[in-house]
C-alpha cells in the first residue's frame, strides 16, 4: 500500500517531464492550457463527483484539501494536461487514436491509484469513468484547437 508521498513523487516526476519535454519559450502557454483544463478541471470534476457519493481520495494526509483530494492531484493534473496539449495533434485522423492513448493511460493510472488504496471509485462510476476521462479529454483537445488554430479553420 502506498502512502501520502506517492502524490508527491508522482507530481514530481510528470513535472519533470514538462520541463524535458516542453521547450522553456512555451512552457508559459502550456502551463495557463494546463492550469485551466488540468488542475481547475480535475479540482471541479473531483468536487462534483465526491458530492455525487462517486470518489474517495484516501492516505492524504497533511496535503488533503477539505478531505476532498491532495494537494498534489491538481498540480499532477496540471502537468499532464500540458504534456497531452503539447503533443496533440493538428491532423484529425491523428486525433482519436491520441485521445483513446490518453483515456487508456488516464484509466490505467487511476485503477492503479484505486487497487493501492489511494482511491475508491465507487457505484456506477467504476463503468462510467473512461467516458469521463474520454469527455474531459475531447473537451480540452476541442478548446485548445478553437483557440490555438482558429486563423486554419
Keep these: 500500500m502506498f502512502d501520502l508521498s506517492f ?23 502550456y502551463f495557463l492550457y494546463g492550469l485551466i483544463f488540468g488542475g481547475i478541471g480535475d479540482t471541479l470534476l473531483i468536487t462534483l463527483f465526491h458530492l ?16 476532498l ?11 499532464y494536461f500540458m504534456i497531452f496539449f503539447y503533443f496533440l495533434p493538428v491532423k484529425k485522423s491523428f486525433l482519436v487514436p491520441y485521445l483513446l ?5 488516464n484509466y490505467s493510472v487511476g ?5 493501492s488504496g489511494l482511491y ?3 457505484g456506477i462510476y467504476k463503468y462510467v469513468q473512461p467516458f469521463i476521462y474520454l ?10 484547437h478553437k483557440n490555438e488554430y482558429k486563423s486554419m479553420i
Excluded: D, H
Design 7 to 29: 502524490y508527491f513523487i508522482f507530481a514530481a516526476l510528470i513535472g519533470l517531464a514538462t520541463i524535458i519535454l516542453i521547450p522553456r519559450n512555451l512552457y508559459k502557454k
Design 52 to 67: 455525487m457519493g462517486y470518489l474517495n481520495y484516501k492516505n492524504m494526509g497533511v496535503t488533503s484539501i477539505f478531505g
Design 69 to 79: 483530494f491532495s494537494f498534489w492531484t491538481p498540480i499532477s493534473w496540471t502537468f
Design 101 to 105: 492513448a490518453f483515456v487508456a493511460l
Design 111 to 115: 485503477t492503479v491509484m484505486s487497487q
Design 120 to 122: 475508491e471509485v465507487i
Design 135 to 144: 469527455a474531459w479529454c475531447s473537451i480540452s483537445a476541442w478548446a485548445f
